[in-house]
């Protein structure tokens, strides 16, 4: 087993001993108790629904920004080059963010994480300050189209979902990330979908770009204030202290080698982040492919193109959009609650080859073009998502001890290597499927998809190569080892210690009554 291995399993192990000797500690009586509605939703942690709320309020400022301002001035100004430009800047935003989110993610890990995190905000933020400076303009566009370049220096590091996971209590972590899911979905559905019904499609209010525009900043400074209501936040909480992870952390490297090989060095050497982040490539790459065709297949198979009328457009946008957001909220909390009384391994491999299948009604509305189905397809389409809430579960817990932020924006570059394999392919190869002599074409991406996203399974069967998948899966045998390792690793790194802190051997020498106990122990595993 590799040292990263080893690190990440007793950190997973303590972190469980020590949430269930504190349970075990409130008396039985508490333990026999159901659990209440109180309880399910976590509402007695404050500092997670912070974290969910902040994270929602930039999502949905990002939302609002690019449906109101952002997108509507892309067509007035680029017209028919608006599907190239946006695909050309997909891919250079693809790119800088696979050379940059792990050196931010290792970031993060070093500094406070609400500061990491105010930085996350603020790169999804830059369109919209962007545009107030340069003005609606045609300058002030392509200003904002380069500052989301500017801004994807940060977004794979997913450094919310690491804060989540710095705030949330262990035996709690498999809800809170289901609740950080279905709340920021249901933001973004409250502050974007909403009101886009309301001015788009019902015309009950009349409220111009600018206005929305602002409206967007808003919710971005309501998302820094939340993060600074947090408080105090450790980076990372029951793992070892930073400077004696990096001091024995062999895959450490200072400099600009650093930044680019350290994220690519820890996925290939960590045998539980390797397959993990192997089946995010796959799911993101299926993803890609659905959300770059979508739109214009469905509008062809409508027959909307090239003569409907705006009406039509903008009624497909809601529907596209609106529908499947709000519905799959209850599908992510329920996932968490799942995730965390199946365990979070045994429901990624069963959630995955039914989100395959969930791609495939995509195919009906090439021949069953009705404007009532499109709703149908696009909640089939938004629960393919719902594998995302184990998965990065299962990425926090694996993650090296120090590390979880740079884990986390490992699995984002993977993504966003997906995300760029797919921007080339639809740019290489829509414009020859739709010279297939047959109705709305575009429908054999989606077969496609589905195969992508089934072969996501297949890296998470079976173990890795070294050990087991760690406490984080929720398989009995695994938390029974990490508990052994916890114990083993923990008494080597109190004899390792010694030379470096003469404070230490106290501790170390009061530990050596149990030592024979702790090597019979690691002998028999």
């Excluded at 390797?274 to 409508?302: E, H, K, V």
């Excluded at 009384?341 to 989100?355: A, V």
């Excluded at 829509?430 to 890296?459: D, E, G, H, T």
């Excluded at 029974?480 to 020498?509: C, D, N």
Aim: a neutral charge; proline letters at 6%.
């Amino acid at each position: 087993m590799s040292t990263s291995d080893e690190l990440s399993g007793a950190e997973e192990a303590s972190s469980t001993l020590s949430s269930t000797s504190t349970s075990e500690g409130e008396g039985s009586s508490k333990l026999r108790t159901p659990p209440t509605c109180k309880d399910r939703l976590l509402l007695g942690h404050r500092k997670i629904y912070i974290v969910v709320v902040s994270a929602g309020l930039a999502q949905a400022s990002a939302a609002v920004c690019q449906t109101f301002v952002l997108g509507p001035l892309q067509g007035e100004l680029w017209g028919k080059d608006m599907a190239q430009l946006g695909a050309w800047f997909g891919i250079v935003i693809n790119i800088v963010a696979f050379l940059t989110g792990g050196s931010f993610g290792r970031l993060s890990d070093k500094i406070d994480r609400r500061v990491a995190c105010c930085a996350f905000f603020v790169g999804s933020f830059l369109p919209a300050i962007s545009l107030v400076v340069m003005g609606l303009t045609n300058r002030g566009l392509w200003v904002a189209c380069a500052s989301r370049i500017l801004g994807a220096v940060v977004v794979a590091a997913n450094v919310p979902m690491a804060l989540l996971q710095d705030v949330s209590p262990f035996e709690h972590r498999e809800v809170a990330t289901g609740i950080f899911f279905a709340l920021t979905n249901g933001l973004t559905v409250l502050l974007n979908g909403v009101p886009a019904v309301l001015i788009t499609i019902l015309k009950v209010v009349n409220i111009g770009a600018f206005e929305m525009l602002l409206f967007s900043l808003i919710l971005a400074g309501l998302a820094l204030v939340g993060l600074a209501m947090l408080g105090s936040v450790r980076t990372d909480p029951d793992r070892p202290s930073e400077s004696r992870t990096h001091a024995e952390d062999p895959d450490r490297r200072g400099g600009c080698r650093a930044a680019f090989l350290d994220p690519l060095i820890l996925i290939w050497k960590h045998s539980r982040l390797r397959p993990l982040c192997a089946s995010a490539f796959l799911m993101s790459w299926a993803g890609t492919i659905i959300m770059c065709t979508s739109g214009q297949y469905y509008n062809d198979a409508l027959g909307l193109l090239p003569y409907g009328l705006p009406s039509e457009f903008a009624m497909v946008s809601v529907l596209q959009t609106l529908p499947g957001q709000l519905l799959v909220i209850p599908g992510y909390w329920i996932t968490g609650s799942l995730s965390k009384s199946k365990g979070s391994l045994f429901l990624l491999r069963i959630l995955i080859p039914i989100t395959a299948l969930l791609m495939l009604p995509g195919i009906v509305m090439a021949f069953a073009p009705f404007m009532w189905i499109l709703p149908v397809v696009v909640i089939a389409l938004n629960y393919t998502g719902l594998p995302q809430v184990p998965l990065f579960r299962m990425i926090a817990g694996v993650a090296p001890p120090g590390r979880m932020g740079e884990a986390l924006s490992a699995a984002g570059i993977t993504m966003q290597a997906a995300g760029l394999v797919s921007n080339l392919m639809i740019a290489l190869t829509s414009s020859r499927v739709q010279n297939i002599p047959m109705k709305s074409p575009l429908w054999v991406f989606y077969p496609l998809a589905a195969v992508l996203q089934f072969c996501a399974v297949l890296p998470l069967l079976g173990n890795p190569r070294h050990g087991h998948w760690g406490a984080a899966a929720g398989v009995v045998e695994d938390q029974v080892m990490a508990t052994i390792y916890a114990a083993v690793f923990g008494l080597r790194w109190l004899r390792k210690s010694q030379e470096r802190s003469p404070h230490l051997q106290e501790a170390s020498s009061s530990t050596e009554a149990s030592a024979d106990e702790t090597n019979a122990a690691e002998a028999r595993v």
